[in-house]
């Protein structure tokens, strides 16, 4: 069996069981979902400086991310931080038929994402930039505060991860300068986005091929997105997971996008890379299939 269907199968199969359950039910056995902790790519060194514990928003801390440049500023990101999953969550999910992945970890490909956008600011420096599917949206501050783009719209379709966003856009808005950045609930299976229709130089998105049934729509917003007459692209970066990332170029050459896939697009990204498949303890299940992201360059032409 597909290992990416049965996994989206048993999400949205836990996801419908929790919400039949009955209110009589021990709700501290189901207020909460566990779920794993992530491991990462350690490229950009962070750390937790807030947590209240004892607060309402004790699933919640401020970590800070330092990044490896002279001179940029340090981005401070609100998250989650508690290794759990609550009902609310799921209900939200069912209401708007996503994944709330966005809300679960800060996944190793937004870090590796993030890593490659500020070593490369002349890419983006002028810019229109959009995130899809950002979760917390650590690439696309990293991009506002180090590249000098013209405009950085990060958007996720779950209500709950943009509240997040607008919240992290506040506490690092001094980090800017002459970037406009805002928040935006998108989702890829809106059919009218005039006003966004062909107006970006740059999409970018880590991790967002998982789910076989969002390609199509995904694929369509990629090319309503950019630009269409000027030169444009989309930077996704994203492990193969099966035969998921395949389905979804599929998706890309049947819409009448072309792209390029690139596995080695970093030296450091590579070396480390190198290192845990070898074996770490950081990371003791890294698998390469699974875990590591692969550079696809979306664009209108040839």
């Not at 491991?39 to 490896?68: K, M, W």
Request: hydrophobic share 35%; charged share 25%.
């Amino acid at each position: 069996m597909d290992p990416t269907s049965s996994s989206s199968l048993r999400w949205n199969i836990l996801r419908q069981a929790l919400l039949r359950r009955s209110d009589s039910q021990s709700q501290a056995e189901i207020k909460r979902i566990s779920r794993k902790a992530t491991q990462g790519f350690n490229l950009i060194p962070c750390q937790v400086v807030d947590s209240s514990p004892q607060s309402d928003h004790s699933r919640e801390a401020c970590v800070c991310y330092t990044l490896p440049i002279t001179a940029s500023p340090k981005l401070y990101l609100t998250q989650r931080v508690d290794n759990c999953s609550d009902l609310n969550d799921f209900e939200i999910s069912n209401r708007y038929n996503i994944d709330n992945t966005g809300l679960v970890c800060q996944w190793p490909s937004e870090e590796v994402l993030a890593f490659f956008c500020q070593s490369q600011p002349d890419r983006f420096r002028g810019k229109r930039v959009i995130e899809l599917g950002s979760g917390y949206g650590l690439a696309s501050l990293v991009i506002a505060a180090a590249t000098e783009a013209t405009e950085v719209v990060i958007s996720d379709g779950n209500p709950q991860v943009v509240n997040y966003i607008m919240r992290n856009i506040e506490s690092n808005s001094m980090a800017f300068r002459g970037t406009s950045v805002r928040a935006m609930e998108l989702h890829w299976n809106q059919h009218e986005l005039s006003e966004l229709n062909n107006t970006f130089d740059i999409i970018v998105a880590s991790d967002c091929t998982f789910f076989k049934e969002f390609h199509k729509h995904l694929a369509r917003a990629i090319k309503m997105l950019l630009k269409a007459k000027e030169p444009s692209e989309a930077l996704f970066f994203s492990p193969k997971r099966g035969d998921s990332l395949d389905k979804f170029l599929m998706e890309i050459k049947d819409i009448g996008l072309h792209y390029v896939l690139t596995e080695n697009y970093d030296v450091q990204v590579w070396k480390r890379h190198e290192t845990l498949v070898k074996g770490d303890e950081a990371w003791p299940n890294y698998d390469k299939n699974h875990c590591y992201p692969l550079l696809i360059q979306i664009t209108n032409h040839m």
